[in-house]
Structure formats: structure tokens, C-alpha cells
């Protein structure tokens, strides 16, 4: 009988692949090891070019957003996750084909020996990418390196010994004493139903303690928005009936990182290290930030830069943290510091110029969000603020500050992205609320609440103009906001006519500056442009 071929060492792969992608799932949650996948995909769009990187956001985000398939940065989060899972899925099934390949015309004894190299040839290679990742291991670095190489050994010898079992069935006598009469068929049955045994325990188990973890989080009712009334209670202008909260829930504050999954910091261990042209080098407990410093409120919007116009790339809550000038006095900086190098326990560096720091007192390394210990995913244990920039500006999962003396691109300026990303004005229409249509004095005038949000870093907005068509500009009402430095809801109450009609928004900032109108791409420095709505009455 024919030695199995290619579509069969395909098929084993992908089977074999998919049991060692639960199985290193449930390490990961079960013994505090890296998942592999998410490991080399992280690490793979960091060597990538940056052109590379861009144009992958983008292809990704244009997708979300036409397909209108939920949150862009949670459906984006999980397409990474995906494309990391079948990355390795891939190298499963490619690894398959190669051995099959090579062992046609080998000695099917020397099967599980192949499958070894090939393990290791896999393997070892991605040991070094866990021992070199900037993440902590739980495990530890050499512990993860290790596991990583056993783990592909085991799968290169479980693909030799399903190849060697494959050659040698069909030619085994019916009735030869000690020879179950199995064909090739019902042996890959059977191998199929052991692998999705291996696959959905291992998922399932690895899913719970994962679950586990995650109930570490302070639930809703402990949250500060859940206890205090927002400063703008009372408020005269309400938002349209449609407009986006004007407070974001913490679970639904978007999220951007570099990261397939976010970094684990054992909150007990951490320390912040401030360094370089200091006189007073230091190291900080999170209890040192909280109980040694005045802490500083305040509510605050922040965006992506890869927000495109009316995307949802941007949320508000309540930071909490410590003045970030006023720990810079205990350290003692020397004159010749110009800037601060930040670094982030996921490798993520920016570059702070020292300037920006003593010229708002609002800029704050943060420890909570809405009254409670920063999430996991959104930087814990502590992430900065700095008033005006782009979310690409302000690591998160922070680890050191070192004092510098010159200026350095960060993570997002060496790939391409403006030096400085000072948010652009927008303005948004969330919505144009045709089933709340108000009635007037007089029952043949009608009006339809349109409303949205309107925001320009920490420069505030002065007034915000709604357009029907090409007719003219129209003030709308602006609602106060929750502080300087965050959005504002604004509301138009059009005087309703039949048709179809196109409403367009645009904003000025408090000293009048107008945002601007020319529509540019979100990369280098931000989208701009105006925002339209098409509505059919």
C-alpha cells in the first residue's frame, strides 16, 4: 500500500496543531507560561517595518468598521488573537506536509526521530523569542524557554509516531497475533476524536481559570461613577436621545496596545524605578505612589490616533494618580535633563520632554480609573497622562522613568507615527433621533433632536455648528462638561422637513480655532475632516 501522502500529513498537522494550541493555552493559565502564539505574533509586529504595521491597522479597522461588527478595538483585539492562533495552526500543518514529505522515501522506523528535529527546528527558535519577549513570565523566562522546546518536541514526535503508525498499518496481516486489523481510515478517525478530546479540555479548563483570574476586578457598584453624581448633574442641556455616555463604563473603555494579550504585573513585586540624571535614584512600591503623594483627580478623554473620524477609539473616565512633577522633586533632576525616557513592561518606550511636565501640573502617572486599581488590559499598575497627546504618547504597565538629556523617538515615532500626536479637534453626529421628534406649540412644526460629541485634547471647545445640505451653519447647544479635559456633548434640535437630507458638524476650539475641515488619513498625525450623516424623513 502507497505510503500516506501529503493531504494526509496536512491533515495530521492541523489535528496535532490544535491539541498543542489547548494544551499550551491551559499551561498558560495553569502553571503562569507565555501562549506561544500570542508570544511570536507580538513579537513578529515588532520587527516588522512600521509601513507594514500601519497598513495592517488600517486594512483591519476599514473592515471592522464596514462590516459594523461591534467595538473596533475589542473586534480588532480579537483578530489578532485570531490570526496568532492560526499562525501557529499554519506551521502545524506546513510541519506536517514537510515530514510526511521527507519520510516517503525513508525508513518509516525513522519517523519519530524526524519528527524530533523537526520539533526542535521549530522549537528552539521560539524559545528564544519567549527568553528575548519583554513581558513577565510568571514561570519565569528559562522555565517558559524550556517548556516551549519540550512542548514542540512532543509535537514533532507525535507527528513522527502518527506517521510511522500510518506506513506500517495497512501492511499488517489481518489476524497476525498481537495486531489489532485497523485501517488507515479508522486510525485517523480515531486520532481525530483523541485530538478534540485533547482540544476542547484543554480550552474548556484553561477558559475557566482564565475566568478565575478575571473576577480579581472591582465590580461596578465599588466603582467612584457609581457612587458620586457626574459634576454635570445638573446639567441644563441633555443629550439626544442616541448620543454616546458621556461617562464611558470602565468595560467599555476601548483599548490599544501592542499586545495580543495584556502583560500580568504582580502588583506585590512591581517596583518604579527612576533613574539616569537623577541625584536621588528610587524605587517606588504601588503603596509608595498611593500613600506618599497627594493623589490628583481628574475626568478625562482620551483617543487613538488611529481613531478616524467618528470612530469609537475614544472613551472618558475618572484617572486617579500623582502629580508626576511633584515626584520628579524628590529624585532631584539634574540641570543638564531635558527629557524622560519611560519603559513599559512589554518593551513599549515613549520620550517626554521635561518642558511638558513642568507646564502642566495635570500630568499624572495613574494608578486608578474610576475610583478602582487600573485593569489588567488597561495598564496596571500604573500608565501616565499627558494632557493634549494621542493615546500612542502615554505607556501603560510602566516600569521605569530614566532621566535623559537629549530627545529619542519612542515605539510609535520610530515606526512612522508625529512626533509630538497632539490630538486634533473632531466633531461627531452619534445620532439623529427621528422617533423622538418634539412637537412645538404649533402641530405643524416639528422638531428632531440631532446630538454627538465634540473634543480637542485638553484646549476645550468654544461652539459647535450643525449644516442641513449645503444650507448655512447653525449653532447647537452645548452641554457643560464633566471638565477641561474632556469632551463635550452637544445637541441641535432641527426643524423637521421631509426628504433626504445630509447633516455635517463642525467645532471650534475655545480660543476660536476652527478644527480643521481638509480630510487627511489617521497616520502620521491623526484624522481630520468633517463628519456627515445621510438620513431618508
Known sequence: MPRPGLLAGALVGA??????????????????????????????????PGAVITFGIDAMVTVIRALDIGPTSEVAKLAEQTMAIAGLAVTGVVAGIVLFAVMRKRDAARAISAGLVLGAIIGVPVALIVLTRGQPVAAGRVVAALWTVVAFLGFGAAL???????ATVAAAEPG????????????????????????????????????????????????????????????????????????????????????????????????????GLVDRPAELTLADLRERYEPTHQLITLACISNRIAGDLTSTTRWTGVSLG??????????????????????????VALDVVRADPRLMLTYAWDGVPLPQQHGFPLRIYIPDRYGMKQPKWIESIEAIDQWEPGYWVRRGWDRDALMRATSVIDTIAVDMMIIQADPQSMTVPIGGIAHAGARGISRVEVRMDDGPWQPALLREPLSDTTWVIWRYDWPFQPGKHTFTVRCFERDGTPQIETPSSVRPSGATGLHSLREVF
Open 15 to 48: 489535528l496535532l496543531s490544535a491539541a498543542l494550541i489547548a494544551i499550551l493555552y491551559l499551561a498558560s493559565h495553569l502553571a503562569g507560561l507565555p501562549f506561544i502564539p500570542f508570544d511570536v505574533f507580538d513579537w513578529t509586529a515588532r520587527v516588522l
Open 176 to 275: 497476525a497475533a498481537g495486531v489489532e486489523p485497523i485501517d488507515r481510515r479508522r486510525f485517523m478517525i480515531r486520532l481525530g476524536g483523541a485530538t478534540a478530546v485533547i482540544t476542547v479540555a484543554g480550552a474548556t479548563l484553561g477558559k475557566l481559570l482564565a475566568g478565575g483570574r478575571a473576577a480579581g476586578v472591582a465590580p461596578a457598584e465599588e466603582r467612584w461613577s457609581a457612587m458620586n453624581p457626574l459634576p454635570n448633574a445638573g446639567a441644563q442641556v441633555e443629550p439626544a436621545e442616541g448620543t454616546r455616555p458621556e461617562f464611558t463604563p470602565l468595560d467599555e473603555h476601548y483599548r490599544i496596545d501592542i499586545n495580543a494579550t495584556p502583560p500580568v504585573v504582580d502588583g506585590e513585586q512591581w517596583r518604579l524605578r527612576i533613574s
Open 160 to 166: 513522527g509516531w502518527v506517521y510511522r503508525r500510518l
Open 326 to 351: 511633584r515626584l520628579l522633586q524628590d529624585v532631584g533632576l539634574r540641570p543638564e535633563a531635558t527629557h524622560l525616557r519611560i519603559r513599559s513592561v512589554d518593551g513599549f518606550d515613549e520620550v
